[in-house]
């Protein structure tokens, strides 16, 4: 009930990070994640926690890794 993520070393290669790194918290068990594209192609990911509430992450910039 955590989601984890890779991320790619450089914007469409094939090369991903070594390690898995948590979103951190939990998420509810009987949900899933949704990841949606912004008009300018940055990456975001909503998820609802363990309490219910509704959480988010964003990439600072397309192709970025944060």
Not at 12 to 27: A, E, Q
Not at 32 to 53: E, H, I, M, Y
């Amino acid at each position: 009930n955590q989601l984890y993520y890779k991320t790619q070393t450089t914007a469409g290669s094939s090369t991903w990070s070594s390690s898995w790194t948590s979103l951190g918290s939990g998420i509810k068990a009987d949900t899933s994640p949704a990841v949606a594209r912004n008009s300018d192609g940055r990456l975001q990911v909503f998820v609802v926690g363990t309490n219910n509430q509704l959480y988010y992450k964003w990439q600072t910039a397309p192709g970025n890794s944060s």
